[in-house]
Every structure is written in structure tokens, then in C-alpha cells.
T-cell receptor, first 111, second 115 residues
Framework: KQEVTQIPAALSVPEGENLVLNCSFTDSAIYNLQWFRQDPGKGLTSLLLIQSSQREQTSGRLNASLDKSSGRSTLYIAASQPGDSATYLCAVWAGTYKYIFGTGTRLKVLA | ETGVTQSPTHLIKTRGQQVTLRCSSQSGHNTVSWYQQALGQGPQFIFQYYREEENGRGNFPPRFSGLQFPNYSSELNVNALELDDSALYLC??????????????FGNGTRLTVT
């Protein structure tokens, strides 16, 4: 059974820091992995989607990597800003119609 | 391009009642999925509809049911509401269901409170 874990559960950093969010999954047989952002009480916004054949994806200050063999993905945020404060969720697609989500990392960037 | 819209935004119901939540998918998207997100948790998959047929279901009882219409909008119906059904219900649409090659686009959700 696929399980997705995100560490840390919460993170507070000063503005301008580069930071790394971690996501691990127990079954390496995935088709893709997607990173989302969720603001309080809101829906999810897709940030990056990495196909199983890819190693990383980049969008602006965000870079996500995928290592299927070790069951890990990282989301790197460069030069963090207060507007980056949100919960970040990773989800894996295992070919069974559904994404399996982690419980998220709550990020707070202090001005 | 119009995004995914959900209604209502908030809802309060009493245990035992029935509720219908609505979702309009993003233009050009033929696949709709519903997720339940309890407070402090990641979303849990309820079911998925593709071209008006349910083609995938998570571990939810039959009192959770759905519909997809020819315009690809969708409804989630929950009968005999229980206190544990209190959650944020998220609708997501995508261009295709196959292997998740297309990113999911989520609406802002409906916050359901069961008292």
C-alpha cells in the first residue's frame, strides 16, 4: 500500500532563505509526482508535475526533483518570500485513478 | 480560461441529512475527481468521473455518490451525514485520466460542517 510522508510538518524561516521540503513514498512504482500549494481554507494549486521518467522540473524559484529508486522527492524554494507562506503538499499517481497525498508541510516565511 | 468552480463555499448540515455539492470543471477538461480533506490532513480520493461514468473509487461507503453531466460538470451527494463527514470537499478536473499525465486543477472547495 502506497504511503506518502512529508517532513517537516511545519517550518518557519526568515525571508530570503533557500529551503527544501521533503516528500517520501513507499512504493517506487509511480507514474508521476505532483507538488501543490494550499492557502488556508482554499483549494490546491498545482506547482510542478514530474513524470516518472524525469529527474526534475523547474518553475521560477521552484525546483522539484524525483528519485524513484529511493522513493524521494524534494521541493526547493529559492530566496523565500512572505508570499510563499502556505501548506505544500506532494502527491503520487500510482496508476489507480487517484493521487495519494502526503499530509503537507506548513511553511511560514517571516518578513 | 475559466477555472474549476465549486458551490456552495460553506454548508452546515445536521447528522442524518443529505447534501449535494456542485463542481464546474475547467474548460476542455473531461475528467472530474472528488477528494475529502479533513483538518490537518492531505486530501483523500473519493471517486473519479470520466465522460459521465464513474471509473475509479476510493475507500468511501456507498452513501457517497456522484454524477457527471454532458457538460462535464459534476455533483457529489452524501446521504445520512455523519459527524466525521465534516471536511473540505475538493473537486479537481484534468484533461485526461490516463496515467495522470495532465496536472490536476482544483477548485476552492466546499467546507461542510455536520452538527
Amino acid at each position: 500500500k502506497q504511503e506518502v510522508t512529508q517532513i517537516p510538518a511545519a517550518l518557519s524561516v526568515p525571508e530570503g532563505e533557500n529551503l527544501v521540503l521533503n516528500c517520501s513514498f513507499t512504493d517506487s512504482a509511480i507514474y508521476n509526482l505532483q507538488w501543490f500549494r494550499q492557502d488556508p481554507g482554499k483549494g490546491l494549486t498545482s506547482l510542478l508535475l514530474i513524470q516518472s521518467s524525469q529527474r526534475e522540473q523547474t518553475s521560477g524559484r521552484l525546483n522539484a526533483s524525483l528519485d524513484k529508486s529511493s522513493g524521494r522527492s524534494t521541493l526547493y524554494i529559492a530566496a523565500s518570500q512572505p508570499g510563499d507562506s502556505a501548506t505544500y503538499l506532494c502527491a503520487v499517481w500510482a496508476g489507480t485513478y487517484k493521487y495519494i497525498f502526503g499530509t503537507g508541510t506548513r511553511l511560514k516565511v517571516l518578513a | 480560461e475559466t477555472g474549476v468552480t465549486q458551490s456552495p463555499t460553506h454548508l452546515i448540515k445536521t447528522r442524518g441529512q443529505q447534501v449535494t455539492l456542485r463542481c464546474s470543471s475547467q474548460s476542455g477538461h473531461n475528467t472530474v475527481s472528488w477528494y475529502q480533506q479533513a483538518l490537518g490532513q492531505g486530501p483523500q480520493f473519493i471517486f473519479q468521473y470520466y465522460r459521465e461514468e464513474e471509473n475509479g473509487r476510493g475507500n468511501f461507503p456507498p452513501r457517497f455518490s456522484g454524477l457527471q453531466f454532458p457538460n462535464y460538470s459534476s455533483e457529489l451527494n452524501v446521504n445520512a451525514l455523519e459527524l466525521d463527514d465534516s471536511a473540505l470537499y475538493l473537486c479537481a478536473s484534468s484533461v485526461s485520466w490516463d496515467r495522470g499525465n495532465s496536472p490536476l486543477h482544483f477548485g476552492n472547495g466546499t467546507r461542510l460542517t455536520v452538527t
